[in-house]
């Protein structure tokens, strides 16, 4: 072995320590005698050392259908030609995705925002952008500076002002920039407010039945209790305000303490629109009772007969018209450039606006998102576009107004489209979509004339609407999800699609398969 004289070359050893065993990266020298460790490995964590939150979180449209589907895309890409399958690609109609499904980004995003990212463009030659998608460019980055750089933690002070002068535009009443939150997306938004109001396992939320798997999510990682409402399928899936304050009185002897009602509109999954009353009944429950109301709004856009309401507006008019029972309502009021006809998923960006809240409550708010540094900044220079675009007589403004108009009505046909053909199917009835991107269809199965499907389903330890979603992706490729991943009245199933993807082929595939179903498990000896 190759011994050397450390003393000579610099080195100092402790004490006790040979010379021999040690490897010296700059000598690149190993020592003939090594180590062997004689302990017996500990075994990895199992799923019962972990949080038990996180394993009993669900989140349906991400779950087990959308997964099978990943795993047929996988087959399908490896063996284009020999993979089996009765069809050649999977139609994710399981998310909200627009771009997934081939919606096209919105020029005056792309164009401002590729000069947010890489502003040397104002200065290169052949590249010719809008007057206006510079200048908004050249203020961007005066006022806010790069967006490779931290943000203020609340977002940026720009960003936020401009979300204020649009809410005060579309609402008639004004908005304060220090109520603004910028996010990563909405579902950052619901995260701070649901962890902020799990005070213990005794909090509850009023979520809407159906709802949005993020909220039971959400809700099952803060340990607290989801109490779900039924919204009414006969009546457009509207509200029932009797039912709510049962809910509150019967939580209160269970000793559940309702921290927020959580209302979505419009709709995901129904496609539903609240009408203007079921809103003010919502705001008196809120206001007797002093429970946040958290309104996800961020399908406001997607609104295919009249304009949308917000509820802000109408807790505002209430205000002012008896300002003595609503000016301690707790508003608070979400939004994203996720959907609409923005469709920009990837680019997380997304604002909380507070109403009623006390400050040292949104310093909470603001020291959660403190602890996040701050949200995505190119998804807050996003939030600033979608609501500061283009105006009358700026020179992107025509081709703005062509672009989003042809997505709106394309989303409004689809959306007809398919409405029409779940209204031609056997056993199935549906509510048109007023708004958003959904259809939420029924799936009138009775265990009578159905009874092998419900045999089928008993063996397989599974719900009615995961059989047909199942069978739906295996001879289809088109992937939905079940109803139950929703939440839905006991002995009732439905399944969430949307209508963004293109064409009309996949419809009258999914048609033909539905005749199928029917003649499969249906027993047409008891009709």
């Known amino acids: 072995m190759l011994r050397l004289n450390f003393k000579q070359r610099g080195f100092k050893l402790s004490k006790g320590v040979p010379v021999e065993f040690r490897y010296f990266r700059g000598l690149n020298l190993i020592s003939s005698k090594c180590h062997y460790s004689t302990f017996t490995p500990a075994e990895p964590l199992s799923i019962h050392d972990i949080n038990q939150q996180t394993v009993e979180a669900k989140y349906a449209v991400r779950g087990k259908i959308p997964i099978i589907a990943e795993g047929l895309q996988e087959l399908i890409k490896s063996s284009p030609t020999n993979h089996g399958l009765p069809f050649n690609r999977i139609i994710n109609a399981n998310i909200g995705n627009p771009q997934q499904l081939d919606q096209k980004p919105l020029t005056w995003y792309r164009q401002v925002l590729s000069i947010l990212q890489y502003p040397e463009l104002l200065n290169e030659e052949g590249i010719k952008f809008p007057n206006d998608v510079k200048e908004r460019a050249k203020a961007i980055l005066k006022n806010v500076g790069s967006i ?3 943000s203020h933690s609340q977002g940026a002070a720009y960003f936020r002002q401009s979300v204020a002068d649009f809410i005060s535009k579309r609402d008639g009443f004004p908005a304060n920039a220090q109520d603004i939150f910028l996010t990563s997306g909405a579902s950052t938004a619901v995260s701070y407010l649901i962890q902020l109001l799990s005070q213990n396992e005794k909090s509850g939320f009023l979520i809407p039945i ?9 809700i099952a990682l803060n340990n607290s209790k989801p109490v779900g409402y039924y919204l009414d399928e006969s009546n457009q899936w509207s509200t029932n305000p009797k039912e709510i304050r049962q809910l509150l009185k019967e939580k209160v002897k269970d000793g559940i303490i309702i921290k927020a009602l959580v209302v979505i509109n419009p709709g995901n999954p129904t496609g539903g629109i609240l009408s203007k009353q079921d809103m003010v009944e919502l705001i008196d429950i809120c206001a007797e009772h002093g429970i946040v109301l958290i309104a996800d709004e961020v399908y406001q856009e997607n609104v295919f007969d009249g304009k949308f309401l917000s509820f802000k507006r109408v807790l505002s008019e209430m205000k002012k018209n008896s300002p003595h029972l609503y000016k301690y309502v707790q508003l608070a009021s979400l939004h994203s450039t996720s959907k609409g006809v923005t469709g920009e998923c990837g680019q997380r960006g997304g604002y909380m606006e507070l109403v009623g809240f006390k400050p040292a409550v949104k310093d909470i708010i603001f020291k959660l998102a403190s602890i996040n540094l701050c949200s995505v900044v190119s998804g807050q220079a996003m939030v600033e576009l979608m609501v500061n675009p283009p105006k009358e007589g700026d020179e992107s403004y025509a081709r703005y107004i062509s672009e989003t108009n042809e997505i709106h009505d394309d989303l409004k046909v689809r959306a007809e489209h398919l409405f029409k053909a779940f209204s031609e199917m056997e056993d199935i009835s549906v509510d048109k979509p007023q708004g958003a991107m959904y259809i939420f ?13 419900f045999s089928r389903a008993k063996n397989s330890n599974l719900q009615i609407d995961d059989v047909y979603c199942i ?26 699609t949307t209508f963004l993807p293109p064409g009309v082929e996949w419809v009258e595939r999914w048609k033909d398969f539905h005749y199928s179903f029917v003649n499969k498990y249906k027993d047409m000896t008891l009709m």
């Open 148 to 150: 490779g750089a931290y």
């Open 210 to 218: 159906p709802q949005y798997p993020l909220y039971t999510a959400s």
């Open 441 to 453: 269809p029924k799936l009138n199965f009775k265990p009578d004339v159905y009874h092998k499907l």
């Open 471 to 496: 069978e739906l992706l295996e001879h289809t490729g088109i992937c939905c999800v079940p109803g139950n991943g929703f939440g839905q009245r006991p002995g009732t199933y439905h399944l969430r």
